[in-house]
């Protein structure tokens, strides 16, 4: 069952998973001491060091598999184990070198909290879950780190639990992620009914049961172990739901901007690498067992994603909220990159956005927290996140502002930096996919196209009204007040994530994506021939359709050329995010509620009242009894008890005592034989 | 090893009880210390029986594979025309109720603990206690029909009194109502018992007994006789065997709780004291699951499989109906009685499955939700204790008053709704994916209870988060005003005691459930190799 492997990888990755659980049990334990997170950033970044270790010696070499017993049920053994290959540490290190910066970048924005002992033990504990992830090597396994990752983010996003929406949006994220963990489990379920394993190797592996079946078969993947037909196709819908609230797509995406709730610092962490992450990452890491028409539903989810979720991000004036439709709608680029069939493009842009959005959030936060700064220094009573109080920053904060202008730029694709690899790779394939495809999977690259350009527009938007332009605040316009770059305890991490946002950590060749070393690593073969043209039409129309919007944002919000009309239904539309949030109130879970509250109408009135009803029975049966008893039964025998004493009181007059009664008697019935005698027997 | 150490398990308590008789009534303390040490010399003793318990001791239907086995001759009757009479003093173990043992045993030590500060007679209060530990223990290591019937009424009569004395404000409508309920189930099953006596003979003595193990071998019974497979007896125009099932399944079902047979167990649970919510909880549900398991299947094996559909719609019910009014409830005690329901649900969906992987997870459940119900109606009982009110709405930011409490509460309400690493996750994991194997091993459910089970998960989610969120997080705000706010002081030593190994025991069997599952494992193959050959 275990291979001979290599003991160090082996070790560096489970010192990797484990560091920042240990970290996680310290602080718990330590509990108010651990203010400083000094465990947790240390267990971190020795994670972070395990993590390049591991990644050094796996990256490009045989996958290491070991598991350990962990349980048996019936004479079904079930294992906890590492699954390393190209996949797992990639992600591995992904995860850990995002979390290292937001852990240090947490220092000084989380500075001051009274409850930062339970933030630092929530983060670990966050960590550790999604570094399990990656490496499980079994559904199970992975199953529960999945959930853990979704506890974990609980915690965070209410972490501060006396803010009413807060401790909502909290309840909202668990609760729909729990949609989809129902559709993981039923995944599994099926997948287990059908082939007796849980195994990713055994199940998806190169000699797997899929690969292998769909080699011997030749109509493609037919492969349903001992199902019915129609199985694989629900398993695959089942994991994918799973993955859609895991990794906020339409119509579950509503969790991700109302959990901008938690403090900014978490939100980079779930929005980077650590928990939308998960839902693209399972899917890529079972992907032999989507069919086509799997395939076909997720690039539609994934298209109709990006799309909903860029045309909301326009209108929002809270910094965070754009930036969490814009992670939906990017989510929904790498939710296509499955859907058509190529994971390591769809992971290749997870890796890319990892970087880039967590520097978004970053960069937000900081400039959130100046805000509050001003906000509570000269009691102006705003929102410091609404992006209406903000503007003509640059000049105060010109790091934040560089940085998150480089993040801007990876966000939209533009050449040279590492968003325009992967997002360009994307669009490219998209339109090669939709070659070979009939009727409406034409439509997908193209919108994804116009996604692109709303992209540019609302990010641009974003830094022409916090950066540009005059200062909307008066203490800040006339000069009483001064912002400036935050501490280098988050600056660093900034400038660090800048660097990883550039072309260079991906591939020396800067507009070409053919030679990204991630690409090589985890490469499936392309089912259909290159389109050269493609190759170069789309970057250089992206590249110029970007620098437009960037013209025309600039004249629209920084020269004030243009008003938007705020009245009409598409802008409200998107203004309230599809009015979703209240549908869902009013339909399902007023729906469940209601239906609830009339179970319990039925439990108290009518399946206990049939109890009651019984009783009613039977106390009523036995009073009648009771009457019967007492008048009946009872009345009998008084009633003859009344006869007895009647006789008795009619014959006691006989006994008198006196002789000549008695005589009398006598001859009475002397004369009454005698008579009889005579009479009858005449 | 004392040949005996289950007799002495059985009958510690009614020493106890006895030695409480001689104290004077003055001492109050005394009767809970002697409890006490009852209590924890029984879980030192179960705790070493279940280390001791070899994994290879499948029990079910063979004597020799049950373990700790203790088996005399009781009563002996020669009763002419219809033979001797045969009842014997017949104890043992197998992995079905090994944990169940030590659970319970557990559950009683929480419960002695959570009853420290009873005052109105505490001398009775006790050896009522006393009395219903040795009747559950008994009833989980009887191997004789009858002895197991003896013990299984005797549950009821200390219960009837806890909750009828010391309960709540409707104390004596709801300790009326349990004791009908489950005497309604109780004296149907008194029937099947004596037919199944008349329809078994040893097979050694050729007398007629009440041995369940000789009950459950199909060559044990007389040929014609009422209960034989081969006879196909009818009454009512129901053959005879699958009526023996029903009317066992339902004396059973009504303690399990079933839906719709389950009104009782709210309002037994919102009457009862905390101490005996949590007997009822942690221990009494489970003599339901434990009865369907080792006397409705392995005696009714056919009959079991025929109604494996229904058996599972029931869990597939239970489990969403009791999600459904657990959401709708404002008491927060009732919550937590539905949400047993609703759990207890699981437990009927994985053993309809007839797999192994449900059969175990059902059981799991059924060990992991002893605990969790324990430990939510301890932490119920808690916040009674402090304000004598338990109305969801009335409370509101707890998590800034009471911390550590908070912490508590929110270990158990994550515990008891699945989380991974905690011990409902494998339970009911494992009812789902068994439920789902049953179409594919043996046809007997239909895959989409499993999927309807699964919806359950969600809604526990739903109703504990919510709970949650209204409860103990924003700002405080109490119904009580300061008086409250006084009044509700964070979690104490004794009560933190008492706490903490529940909820390290949900997690270490949640990060490990070999330790339980080992143990159970060859119980249960044998159990679905019983039924399902």
């Known amino acids: ?682 | 090893m004392n040949p005996h150490l289950l007799t002495i398990l059985i009958f510690l308590p009614l020493v106890a009880a006895t030695a409480m008789f001689v104290v004077p009534a003055g001492k109050r303390n005394a009767y809970k210390y002697i409890a006490l040490a009852t209590g924890v010399l029984q879980l030192v003793l179960s705790g070493g029986m279940y280390y001791l318990f070899h994994p290879k001791g499948a029990g079910i239907s063979q004597e020799r594979l049950y373990q700790f086995v203790d088996h005399v001759p009781w009563i002996r009757l020669d009763m002419g025309n219809l033979g001797r009479l045969e009842i014997d003093y017949f104890i043992g173990v197998d992995g079905l109720s090994m944990p169940l043992l030590f659970l319970s045993a557990l559950v009683m030590v929480i419960a002695i603990g959570a009853s420290w500060n009873v005052q109105k007679s505490a001398k009775g209060y006790f050896v009522l206690l006393m009395i219903l530990d040795m009747a559950v223990m008994g009833v989980f290591s009887a191997l004789d029909f009858f002895l197991f019937y003896i013990f299984y009424e005797l549950m009821l009569l200390p219960l009837y009194f806890l909750i009828g004395i010391w309960g709540g404000a409707r104390r004596e409508y709801a300790a009326i109502k349990f004791f009908l309920y489950t005497l309604f189930g109780s004296v149907f099953m008194l029937l099947i018992i004596v037919g199944l006596y008349f329809s078994v003979t040893n097979p050694e003595t050729g007398a007629h007994t009440f041995n369940m193990l000789h009950m459950m071998d199909p060559a044990n019974y007389v040929p014609g006789s009422f209960f034989s497979a081969l006879a196909k007896q009818e009454l009512f125009g129901i053959p005879a065997r699958l009526l023996g099932f029903i009317v066992l399944f339902i004396a059973f079902a009504i303690k399990v709780p079933i839906v719709p047979l389950h009104t009782w167990l709210p309002d037994a649970h919102v009457e009862a004291p905390t101490p005996i919510s949590i007997i009822l909880a942690g221990i009494l549900l489970k003599v339901g699951g434990y009865g369907i398991l080792r006397i409705c299947f392995s005696i009714f094996p056919d009959a079991a499989m025929q109604s494996a559909w229904w058996l599972g719609l029931i869990g597939v019910v239970s489990i969403i109906y009791g999600a459904l009014v657990a959401l709708a409830q404002r008491d927060l005690k009732r919550m937590i009685a539905y949400s047993s329901v609703s759990h207890m649900g699981f437990v009927l969906l994985g053993v309809a499955s007839f797999t192994t992987e449900g059969t175990a997870g059902a059981l799991f459940q059924m060990i992991s939700h002893g605990f969790l119900s324990a430990a939510l109606f301890f932490l119920v009982g808690m916040l009674y204790d402090r304000v004598h009110d338990r109305g969801i709405y009335h409370f509101r930011g707890l998590a800034t008053l009471m911390p550590r409490y908070t912490v508590f509460v929110a270990i158990a309400f994550f515990a008891s709704l699945g989380l991974p690493g905690f011990s409902a996750f494998i339970g009911e994991v494992f009812v789902i994916i068994g439920a789902f194997n049953a179409e594919s091993a043996n046809g007997l459910l239909p895959r989409w209870m499993a999927i309807a089970g699964s919806v359950g998960i969600l809604l526990s989610a739903a109703y504990f988060l919510w709970t949650l969120q209204r409860m103990f997080f924003g700002q405080p705000r109490l119904k009580g005003g300061t008086v409250w706010s006084e009044a509700l002081t964070d979690a104490s030593p004794r009560e933190t005691v008492i706490m903490v190994p529940m909820l390290v025991l949900a997690l270490a069997l949640g990060v490990y459930p070999a330790l339980a599952l080992d143990k159970i494992n060859a119980s249960v193959l044998a159990l679905v190799e019983l039924v399902t050959k």
């Not at chain 1, 859907?339 to 493009?345: A, E, F």
């Not at chain 1, 009518?606 to 039964?633: F, P």
């Open chain 1, 1 to 682: 069952m275990t291979l001979p492997t290599p003991t160090y990888p082996l070790l560096a990755a489970l010192a990797t998973v484990l560091l920042p659980f240990i970290g996680f049990l310290l602080s718990a334990i330590a509990g108010r001491r651990a203010k400083s997170g000094a465990i947790s950033i240390t267990a971190i970044a020795l994670s972070v060091v395990a993590a390049g270790y591991t990644f050094a010696n796996v990256w490009g070499g045989e996958p290491i598999h070991i598991q350990w017993r962990w349980f048996t049920i019936g004479e079904q053994a079930f294992h906890v184990g590492l699954l390393l290959d190209n996949m797992a540490v990639l992600m591995l290190l992904l995860v850990s070198i995002v979390a290292l910066p937001v852990h240090i970048y947490s220092v000084a924005y989380m500075k001051g909290d009274p409850g930062i002992h339970r933030y630092w033990t929530f983060l670990s504990l966050f960590c550790a879950a999604m570094l399990g992830l990656v490496i499980a090597d079994n559904l199970l396994l992975m199953y529960v780190c999945w959930e853990i990752v979704g506890f974990a983010s609980y915690l965070l996003i209410g972490f501060w639990f006396t803010k009413d929406a807060a401790v909502q949006a909290n309840k909202r994220a668990f609760i729909i992620n729990r949609i989809g963990d129902i559709g993981f489990l039923i995944g599994f379920a099926i997948l287990y009914a059908g082939f007796g394993t849980l195994d990713i190797n055994a199940l998806f592996g190169p000699q797997g049961l899929f690969a292998t079946a769909a080699g011997a078969s030749t109509a493609g993947s037919t492969v349903h172990g001992g199902l019915p037909a129609g199985w694989i196709t629900a398993a695959g819908l089942a994991f994918f739901l799973g993955a859609m609230a895991k990794s906020a797509q339409f119509p579950l995406h509503v969790w991700l901007p109302a959990a901008m709730e938690g403090p900014t610092s978490v939100s980079s962490l779930i929005h980077a690498a650590t928990m939308v992450a998960a839902g693209v990452f399972l899917l890529a890491r079972i992907f032999p067992v989507f069919d086509d028409t799997v395939l076909l539903v997720i690039a539609a989810t994934g298209t109709v994603t990006a799309l909903i979720a860029a045309y909301f991000a326009l209108t929002q004036f809270d910094i965070k909220k754009i930036l969490a439709f814009s992670t939906v709608s990017q989510l929904g680029f790498m939710m296509v990159g499955i859907g058509i069939g190529l994971y390591p493009i769809a992971l290749f842009h997870l890796a890319t956005h990892a970087f880039f959005k967590c520097l978004l959030f970053l960069c937000a936060g900081a400039v959130i927290h100046e805000m509050q700064h001003l906000n509570d220094k000269h009691r102006l009573g705003i929102d410091p996140q609404d992006i209406r109080n903000m503007g003509g920053l640059r000049r105060y904060m010109p790091v934040t502002f560089a940085t998150m202008l480089i993040a801007s730029l990876a966000l939209v694709g533009f050449p040279l930096t590492s968003g325009y690899l992967s997002k360009d790779a994307l669009l490219v394939h998209a339109f090669e996919w939709a070659a070979l495809h009939q009727g409406a999977a034409h439509i997908i690259p193209y919108v994804l196209a116009f996604v692109s350009v709303l992209t540019s527009f609302y990010i641009f938007r974003l830094l022409a009204k916090v950066f540009f332009g005059t200062a909307a605040t008066p203490a800040l316009a006339n000069g009483q007040a001064k912002l400036h770059d935050p501490s280098a305890w988050m600056v660093g991490p900034m400038l660090f994530l800048a660097a990883c946002s550039l072309f260079p950590l991906f591939t020396l060749h800067p507009l070409n994506d053919g030679h990204v070393w991630l690409l090589q690593g985890i490469a499936v073969s392309k089912p259909w021939p290159s389109l050269p043209l493609l190759h170069i039409v789309i970057p250089v129309g992206a590249a110029f359709a970007t620098l437009a919007v960037a013209v025309w944002v600039w004249r629209w919000y920084v020269g004030g050329k243009y008003t938007a009309k705020t009245d009409g239904p598409l802008y409200r539309l998107s203004f309230h995010q599809g009015y979703l949030d209240g549908l869902y109130d009013r339909f399902v879970v007023g729906t469940v509620l209601r239906f609830a509250g009339v179970l319990r109408w039925l439990d108290t009135y009518v399946v206990d009242g049939l109890v009651h009803g019984l009783t009613t029975l039977g106390r009523s049966l036995a009073s009648a009894a009771g009457w019967v008893d007492q008048r009946i039964v009872d009345g009998l025998v008084r009633l003859f008890g009344k006869l007895a004493w009647g006789v008795g009181n009619v014959v006691r007059r006989t006994q008198t005592g006196r002789l000549q009664g008695y005589f009398a008697s006598l001859f009475l019935v002397i004369l009454v034989i005698l008579l009889y005698h005579i009479i009858v027997q005449a």
